[in-house]
């Protein structure tokens, strides 16, 4: 067993036949959350609107970000691409090599090198950047590994409708920084992460990152809850 791995014991435990398995998440923002682990395994059928969407935009040489327990990975490879799954989780890394990703790597994507045409990073995939700086870094390398033409497809939520009042109107406290900028802690049984920053960023703040880093910006979905998925794009040399 991994230590303070949660989301690895919890879905290595889902394979071995757990299938009521969660991970309980806690933040700094709202209530307790509970992630029922097989929906870490769904189908090109189950996924949202948005991650289908996502999938079917993708090109080239792929690298799946935070890719969990394989799903995007594995419906990819199935339609041909080929793709490289990572994974700081070393739970996650056995358990899609378990189910037949082919090519997974146990490293943070701050420590790839190499050249791909897609990034993808679904389930606020972009949140792992923790901060606004933490965006700047982020973005600066995932740059990087993009060829000419290459693109960042990632999935984020602008939260600010959490703030808001009964009659409409939004409080925020201006010394705590940016909104969007949240903390968690993930436990399962007896696996905890740690508490940890994670990265909510509005579209409009995302474009002038982006802007930032020769990356145009388009925001190819919306979802219901703030949710949005955003194309990057490496200009062509």
């Known amino acids: 067993m991994y230590n303070n791995d949660p989301i690895g014991a919890a ?6 036949g757990e299938e009521n398995a969660e991970i309980t998440v806690e933040s700094n923002l709202a209530e307790d959350d509970y992630i029922p682990v097989h929906y870490l395994f769904r189908n090109f059928e189950e996924m949202p609107e ?11 040489k792929v690298l799946d970000v935070g890719a969990g327990a394989g799903c995007h990975a ?6 041909g691409f080929e793709v490289t799954a990572l994974d700081v989780s070393a739970g996650a890394v056995e358990a899609m090599q378990k189910q ?3 090519q997974v790597v146990h490293k943070s994507l701050f420590d790839m090198q190499g050249q791909y045409d897609t990034l993808l990073m679904l389930m606020n995939g972009v949140g792992i950047a923790g901060d606004l700086q933490g965006l700047d870094l ?13 693109q960042i497809l990632l999935e984020s939520s602008d939260i600010l409708y959490m703030f ?3 009659d409409g109107s939004v409080v925020l406290d201006l010394n705590a920084g940016y909104y969007g900028e949240v903390k968690y802690n993930m436990k399962y049984k007896d696996q905890e992460s740690g508490w940890f920053n994670w990265l909510f960023i509005d579209p ?16 190819m979905y919306e979802g219901d ?13």
């Open 138 to 150: 982020l973005l600066e390398h995932a740059r990087n590994l993009l060829k000419a033409g290459g």
């Open 164 to 166: 808001e009042e009964e």
């Open 225 to 237: 809850a703030g949710n949005y998925l955003a194309k990057l794009t490496k200009e062509k040399s």
């Open 50 to 60: 948005m991650e289908q969407y996502a999938l079917k935009a993708c090109k080239g």
């Open 74 to 79: 594995l419906v990819l490879q199935e339609s």
């Open 11 to 16: 879905v290595l435990d889902y394979l071995a």
């Open 100 to 102: 037949g990703v082919q």
């Open 204 to 219: 409009a703040i995302l474009e002038d990152y982006a802007a930032k880093h020769s990356l145009s910006f388009e925001v």
